[in-house]
Structures are given as C-alpha cells and as structure tokens.
C-alpha cells in the first residue's frame, strides 16, 4: 500500500502543476464576447482581450522573408480599447528594425489563450484574427505615443522596468485589411471602417 502512494505520488503532483498552470494562465474577460454574427466586434473582442500575438514582418536579415514574432500589445485602457494595437518594441529585436526599413507587417491572434475555445487553435469555431498593414514608430512625446505608453504599461506594467538603454520604442499597427475567421463558411468581410468604429 505504502509503494502504491509513492508511486502515484509524482501522479498527483503533475495533475496539480498542470491545473494550477491553467488557472494561472486564465484570463479575467472584461468585455462578453459578442455575436458571432457581428463580425466587427468579434474582431475588435479578440483584439481587447488578448494580450499577445505573432507579429510579423519582412527581414532585413533573410533578402525579405517572412519573420514571425511572439510579442505583448494593447489597444487601449480596459474597456477603452480603440482596436488600433500599440506595441513596445526594442530596436535590438529583429522585428522593429525589419520594419523600420519596411513598414509592411502583419499581426495573428487567437481565441485560444482568452481562454473561451476549447477547441484545437484552427478549429473555425476557435476565432482566429489577422491585422495587416503598416507597423509605424510614433514620435517620441507625441500624443499617440503617450496613448500607446498608457495602454502598454496598464496591461504589462512589467514594460515600466525595462532597460532604457535598449531603445524601446513605440509602434502602432496601421491596419489596412482585416482577416478575421469565427466560425465556418471562411473569412468574414469586415472593412476598417467597421472594424474601427464597431460597438462593444
């Protein structure tokens, strides 16, 4: 009986690791997520509630090729999200010299980490969201960069402490088309417009 214990002890353990990983990786939704069938605040949902995404832009270093980057952004205080993400990016990182030589990017998130799916990432019903256009630095003191430090810092307030020595600087996504899949049937049509002036 006493080997038994010992044996499903590790058993025990590794269940409790993963739940307590679990719990600590969800995440607290400050907005419902809409109608799947209001295609503009499904995108502007995904954008609000997720807190990261792969960014990616085209490398000086490879003669253009694609590069994707795991990176944090925010669109806005919480529930004050404008849909545009702001990012903080060090020039040391491949991803803002790539577009400070070409602005063109792209910008994937998923309903996976929101942590409402709990289905396989590329599932359709899992909604899956791609920004694409320009990734613009902001003038330093600018008053959009000063937007872009309050969101950032209000939803990663571990960017405060970061070394100022790394030439961080302040980008936004200037989003010029919208790929946006919630459900089955394919991508669903939403222009800027929409998407920009969408209702919570």
Known sequence: ?????????????????????????????????????????SARWLVSQNSWGVLSTLSVDHEGAPFGNVVSFSDGLPEKGSGIPYFYLTTLDPTARNALKDQRASLAISESPVGTCKRDPMNPTCSKLTLTGKLLVLDKGSEEAEVAKKALFTKHPEMIDWPEDHDFRFFKLEIINIFLINWYGGAKPITVDEYLHAKS
């Open 1 to 41: 009986m006493e080997l038994q214990v010992l044996l499903l002890r590790p058993i025990f353990f590794f269940f409790l690791l993963t739940s307590l990983q679990q719990s600590s990786s969800a995440r607290i939704l400050t907005i419902s997520k809409p109608d799947r069938h209001d295609y503009a605040a």
